[in-house]
């Protein structure tokens, strides 16, 4: 068991870190997978030669960090009722940025966890100075947790929310829903918008649905207890997606949608859901 492919969640002390590490090892229990914490201390290159003076102390950000990490497996003792006894539970402190930590253990995990402060862009610090890095880099998908999310948590009954826009992205994105959607015995609801700027409404909305169906093609028989919801509807795609939002527990979207150019740090419709959404988004990478 403990040969599988580890969740990674990213540990700061802050309360998005806590609901990120709360929901972390709810999921690592649902896939009986080993849960890693891991806190950065981000050293700068240019310090490391001051080490042990007094312009740099890196004992004091190593306790910082020791602490941060204690709390954090505070809070995976009190699940332990939910987490199977052979999940195995490590922390880690690492001198590197959180970006470069979490990026380097992306190889070798199924998913890395990240908390998102605030529901005010500009208080959204964590998921600012590493999200955005970090999907540009990462090689699994990575879920962002809002830290409303550790006060009001989206009812355990809703479904998973998922977007579909016939991209590669889209389609890895619709491939993992279907599975969390599985795993948490709910249902799906999978989104598609069209704009008349596609053409005539009658086309494209038919385009659209088609689209949707297209995309879901093949899930459906593989998940047949998944009972999905299709939404095909006129208007921007991240409005709609955060309207449906509020019915659900989880997002799923690709990292770039149709259009979207290789290399690109993140999609604007998956930006714009992660800045504004209440509820924890899975974003999935186009690799």
Known sequence: MTARRPVVVGVDGSAASLAAIRWAAELAARRAAPLHLVHAIGVPVHSLPLIGSLLFDISTYRKIGEAALGQGRSIVSELDEFLPADVEVRTFLDLSSPVAALAARSAAAQLIVIGARGLDPLERVLFGSVGVGLMKHADCPVAVIPALAEKMPPPSHVPVLVGVDGSRCSARAVEI????????????????????????????????????????????????????????????P???????????????????????????????????????????VLITPCR
């Open 177 to 236: 829903a279907f599975d969390e959607a599985a795993s948490r015995k709910v249902g799906l609801v999978a989104v598609t918008t069209w704009s008349n700027r596609n053409g005539a409404p009658d086309t494209a909305q038919n385009r659209a649905e088609v689209l949707l169906e297209e995309g879901l093609a093949g899930f459906t028989d593989k998940y047949p207890d998944v009972c999905v919801d299709r939404v095909v509807v006129e208007g921007r």
């Open 238 to 280: 991240a409005q709609r997606l955060l309207d449906a939002s509020r019915h659900a527990q989880l997002v799923v979207l690709g990292s770039r949608g149709r259009g979207g150019v290789a290399g690109a740090t993140l999609g604007s419709v998956s930006q714009a859901v992660l800045q504004a959404s209440r509820i924890p």
